[in-house]
């Protein structure tokens, strides 16, 4: 009946089950009925992607309430591929939980908003294909000021793409066409 869970593989010690299999376990076996708080850290070789995947799905199932925003101190690189957002600030949100984030790429085709906001003090390449064709979008602001590399593909019903602060941009492709 536990609403907040925190594991830590730094402080895990058991040698007849893996760190994964405790997290399971115990998520599973949970009965709180809303979860308020989940945190697990982990390191790469302990876990895998599939582990993450089913512990997120575990914890939606148990109605967690997540935070307003990410934190993801560690993440260098996100590919994000035909997501929808909640809202218009989930998007704005994710990328400020990303502090040291180094590499976006970005695949959707719709987006219910006015302007895409990209703002990354960290980025340094980012690419975009773009399928939206909704008559709304009027398209991207990119706020990178460490963005060295810039791809954007598409632009079906693209109005604007402003690069608002990228002083150390050296590479940009810009083609209407998807690759």
């Keep these: 009946m536990v609403s907040k869970l925190e594991f830590g593989y730094e402080s895990y010690q ?15 076996s949970n009965k709180a009925p809303v979860l308020e708080r989940l945190q697990i850290s982990f390191i790469r070789l302990g876990c895998g992607a599939v582990d993450v995947g089913m512990w997120i799905g575990i914890a939606y ?5 997540v935070p307003s925003h990410a934190c993801l101190k560690s993440l260098r690189t996100l590919h994000l591929h035909y997501v929808d957002y909640k809202d218009h600030s989930s998007f704005p949100n994710l990328l400020f939980g990303c502090p040291n984030l180094e590499n976006l790429l970005l695949r ?11 703002a990354v003090p960290s980025l340094r390449t980012l690419t975009i294909y773009d399928y939206n064709d ?18 954007i ?27």
Aim: glycine share 4%; aromatic share 12%; net charge negative.
């Design 134 to 151: 909704e008559k709304d979008f009027v398209g991207y602001v990119i706020n990178a000021p460490s963005l060295k590399y810039l791809n």
């Design 153 to 179: 593909h598409g632009f079906k019903a693209l109005n604007c793409c402003l690069i608002e602060n990228a002083p150390e941009l050296v590479e940009a492709n810009i083609d209407k066409s998807l690759k």
């Design 14 to 28: 058991s040698e007849h089950e893996r760190f994964s299999e405790i997290v399971y376990r115990l998520l599973l």
């Design 61 to 65: 199932a148990h109605h967690v309430h």
């Design 108 to 118: 959707h085709n719709q987006y219910y908003g006015q302007i895409f906001t990209i």
